[in-house]
């Protein structure tokens, strides 16, 4: 077939135009559609994917004797539009590789406002402050090409975004015909019984597609954990700290459950754990104490239950077989209609047009099971609309649309005390954080020793040039490369780490130096600097919320989620101000005990 135009090789051939272009088609078969035929449509395919590399077109002829083509191939390209694909792999529908993320975002699914110069480097740095969903993948992280492809009409990311519940519901309803069911049984068997350990943790509402940053402390307890309970290992010995943190009792319930599981699969589980009702549920328990700090690290209690809860050495066995009562009670003061702050039709993440109000000058509790939306609600929500509002841009009027926030006047400041880090270095440290360090300075600066070399109080600040020792740089230890294993910190081997050089060190204030001074415990520091007022108000609130043990000079990178939130806490506690502040805690109490959480509570 020339140009269209069948035509006999063995007749004339027609002479054909150079300077034109021509298809020619060779004509490998003409049948009539009926029984009997299969074989040989099968060996006239076969013969033509031969000659024409791969590419075949099938002319049939319609009602009205008119012929109709398709030309199909054997390769992952269409000859009518000119696009081509690359052999489907797994890693063609991870947004992790870059066979398969979308090339404009690179398998973030958001792209930073257009109103700020974005580099390549801007696109990998997260968590971007201002982002917009990626317009080429709709904020679905793939290519185009990973997302065409359909299993039983629902592509990849539809299936992503549905909840584990759903999407079970939908892959067990999955039927596979004889020629899939060999590859494609095992597959669905493995995936139903990941998303099952999913559910069975109380993550059945969670999409597969959501992200990791918008998941709670609980949440990502539960889906490590689901991970391990779907790996079917024997014999292993699993070591869990404080796995409930940020669930709540019913959560927690789900959670032993799944432990038990664990456990009689022929496994050995150590939890360490604050939480009554894993304490409860626990074949042994082992007790340390008394105190913390330097006065812990004693064994009081290695027992059942049934005997630990009789120990009278231990707190935590008092808790336990006191029962319960109020920490303190509630406040009687009643809470206006003109004063409350309300929040109306919030839709992020779990949030269904959720209304809410919450009174000022109060101690509000915002509870819930894991997952409902406690973080998004505030987090996601009020706290945006306070900044937008303390900038000038929100609008206090507006009431309609979704995310609105009424009730913000007469708030002055809006202060988060969260669980982050209160330094991403070693320099960092309770003393420096609460600015009693400062105080400290002026104190050895004020000694007669000082005044008589000249110091002043920059000369003992160990982040400063001048009174630090230089070979550790002020850190007190230095950092060995250990190649293909973790750093290695050893003492400084110059100044032992105290930090500073000997000429500052000699200055001392009671017999102690700078150094000495920041291996002082708060208990032993409130004592040592009893007559200094502006220091000690910062060591009372870092005593008042349970860090009484901790050293001032101990670095922030070695204090829990929970110790870091407190020295936040204690570094509010220690400003006067006047002002009406809204205070934002997220879950003030993980890591503690019950005696520190009554000594919180008080606080609050």
């Given at each position: 077939r020339v140009d269209g135009e069948m035509t006999e090789l063995a007749e004339q051939p027609p002479r054909l135009a150079k300077s034109k272009s021509h298809t020619i088609e060779a004509v490998i078969d003409r049948l009539v559609i009926r029984g009997g035929i299969r074989p040989r449509v099968a060996e006239s395919l076969a013969l033509a994917l031969k000659l024409s590399d791969g590419?075949?077109?099938?002319?049939?002829?319609?009602?009205?004797?008119?012929?109709?083509?398709?030309?199909?191939?054997?390769?992952?390209?269409?000859?009518?539009?000119?696009?081509?694909?690359?052999?489907?792999?797994?890693?063609?529908?991870?947004?992790?590789?870059?066979?398969?993320?979308?090339?404009?975002?690179?398998?973030?699914?958001?792209?930073?406002?257009?109103?700020?110069?974005?580099?390549?480097?801007?696109?990998?740095?997260?968590?971007?402050?201002?982002?917009?969903?990626?317009?080429?993948?709709?904020?679905?992280?793939?290519?185009s090409e990973a997302r065409s492809v359909r299993f039983?009409?629902?592509?990849?990311?539809?299936?992503?975004?549905?909840?584990?519940?759903?999407?079970?519901?939908?892959?067990?309803k999955i039927t596979l015909d004889s020629s899939r069911e060999p590859i494609g049984a095992p597959i669905l068997r493995e995936v139903v019984s990941r998303l099952e350990f999913l559910e069975r943790v109380g993550l059945g509402y969670l999409s597969l597609g959501r992200g990791s940053d918008s998941l709670s402390g609980g949440e990502l307890q539960r889906a490590r954990l689901a991970t391990q309970l779907g790996s079917g290992l024997i014999g292993v010995c699993y070591v869990l700290d404080e796995p409930t943190s940020g669930l709540h009792p019913s959560d927690t319930d789900r959670l032993i459950d799944s432990l038990r599981r664990l456990q009689g699969q022929g496994n050995s589980l150590l939890v360490v754990e604050h939480d009554e009702a894993v304490i409860r549920a626990a074949d042994w328990i082992v007790d340390l104490g008394p105190g913390a700090g330097p006065d812990g690290g004693e064994l009081i209690a290695s027992a059942p239950l049934a005997q630990f809860v009789d120990d009278p050495r231990s707190i935590t066995a008092r808790y336990l077989r006191e029962p319960k009562r109020p920490t303190l009670r509630q406040s009687t003061q009643p809470a206006s209609d003109a004063h409350w702050i309300e929040i109306r039709d919030a839709v992020v993440h779990n949030l269904k047009s959720a209304h809410a109000r919450i009174p000022h000058r109060t101690l509000t509790c915002i509870t819930g099971v894991s997952g409902s939306g406690k973080r998004s609600l505030i987090h996601d929500v009020l706290v945006p609309a306070f900044r937008d509002w303390q900038r000038g841009n929100g609008a206090l009027g507006r009431t309609e649309g979704t995310n609105v926030v009424l009730g913000l006047e007469g708030i002055d400041t809006l202060i988060d005390v969260d669980q982050s880090p209160i330094g991403r270095s070693p320099r960092s440290t309770p003393a420096t954080f609460t600015t009693v360090f400062q105080g400290i300075r002026r104190v050895f600066a004020s000694t007669r020793e000082a005044k008589i070399r000249g110091y002043t109080s920059p000369r003992f600040s160990f982040n400063a040039r001048g009174g630090r020792c230089e070979h550790c740089e002020g850190l007190g230890v230095r950092r060995l490369p250990m190649r293909f294993l973790p750093d290695l910190h050893v003492t400084c081997e110059v100044c032992r780490g105290k930090r500073f050089n000997q000429q500052t060190l000699e200055v001392t204030f009671k017999g102690k130096s700078i150094g000495d001074v920041l291996d002082l415990r708060v208990d032993e520091a409130l004592e040592f600097f009893s007559a200094h007022r502006k220091i000690l108000s910062g060591l009372t609130a870092l005593h008042d919320v349970g860090l009484g043990y901790v050293t001032l000079g101990q670095s922030s990178t070695t204090l829990s989620g929970g110790e870091a939130q407190r020295v936040k806490l204690a570094a509010e506690l220690s400003r006067s101000t006047a002002e009406h502040a809204l205070y934002i805690f997220d879950e003030p109490t993980t890591g503690l005990h019950f005696d520190d959480v009554d000594r919180l509570l008080r606080i609050l």
């Open positions: 590419l075949v077109t099938l002319s049939v002829e319609r009602p009205g004797t008119t012929w109709e083509d398709q030309t199909l191939s054997v390769h992952f390209a269409c000859p009518a539009c000119d696009t081509s694909l690359p052999i489907l792999e797994p890693r063609s529908f991870s947004f992790n590789s870059p066979y398969g993320a979308c090339p404009t975002c690179q398998g973030l699914g958001v792209l930073p406002e257009p109103s700020g110069e974005a580099s390549e480097s801007d696109l990998e740095r997260q968590p971007f402050s201002s982002v917009q969903p990626c317009p080429s993948c709709e904020g679905t992280r793939l290519r039983e009409g629902a592509s990849i990311d539809e299936l992503c975004d549905r909840p584990i519940l759903d999407l079970l519901g939908f892959l067990r």
